[in-house]
């Protein structure tokens, strides 16, 4: 069935430093990919999306990046400051609209 | 524009019985879908609503059902109430049919199953 998987599962950076966090889906039928960012008590916040029909797409400090071949696809978050601490989802739809989730990645920014 | 909205925020329900969330999703958005989410299994997918219309569900059991109303408010049902149910309920809504694929979630509802 439909799985994404994504990895870390933790990430610990300092002020500054870059972040990245890698997804890989199952399904070939996946055309969009968007990425959503739960702080604490929360709710998921969509900060960045992708189609499959490109390869990489920035907004200020965050970049997404989509291999097609491989089935893989990153966030990238540069400069990182203490409020991009929170939990990221990524995830993929088919043209269903159905959302899969991967398990989450909870990023610390240490000051 | 106002976000999406569920009422209510938090539920306590027990055992067996049954509980109903709502849903409301962004003005001149026309569709709502549904999730899950727990510690244990993250963010699945319960069913979505367009136009009135199931149009897609996910892999839970016939206790959960939905319904959405002509100005597209949906509702979530839960019968029969398990220990497991307890989780966040989200709803998200996009515009459909035409335009983005964006969805954008509520603030959800806890539910607590004693």
């Known amino acids: 069935g439909e799985n994404v998987e994504q990895h870390p599962s933790t990430l610990s950076v300092q002020e500054g430093d870059s972040a990245v966090i890698k997804c890989t889906y199952s399904d070939s039928a996946s055309n969009y990919f968007p990425w959503y960012k739960q702080e604490l008590g929360k709710r998921p916040q969509l900060i960045i999306d992708?189609?499959?029909?490109?390869g990489e797409k920035k907004d200020q400090r965050i970049a997404v990046t989509l291999n097609k071949t491989a089935k893989h696809f990153s966030l990238h978050i540069t400069e990182t400051q203490p409020e991009d601490s929170a939990v990221y989802f990524c995830a993929a739809a088919d043209s269903s609209y159905k959302l899969i989730f991967g398990s989450g990645t909870r990023l610390l920014v240490r000051p | 524009k106002a976000g999406v909205t569920q009422t209510p925020r938090y539920l306590i329900k027990t055992r067996g019985q049954q509980v109903t969330l709502s849903c409301s999703p962004i003005s001149g958005h026309r569709s709502v879908s549904w999730y899950q989410q727990t510690p244990g299994q993250g963010l699945q997918f319960l069913f979505e609503y367009f136009s009135e219309t199931q149009r897609n569900k996910g892999n839970f059991p016939g206790r959960f059902s939905g319904r959405q109303f002509s100005n597209s408010r949906s509702e979530m049902n839960v019968s029969t109430l398990e220990l497991g149910d307890s989780a966040l309920y989200l709803c998200a809504s996009r515009i459909a049919p035409l335009g983005g694929m964006e969805q954008y979630f509520g603030p959800g509802t806890r539910l607590t199953v004693t």
């Open positions: 992708i189609r499959s029909n490109v």
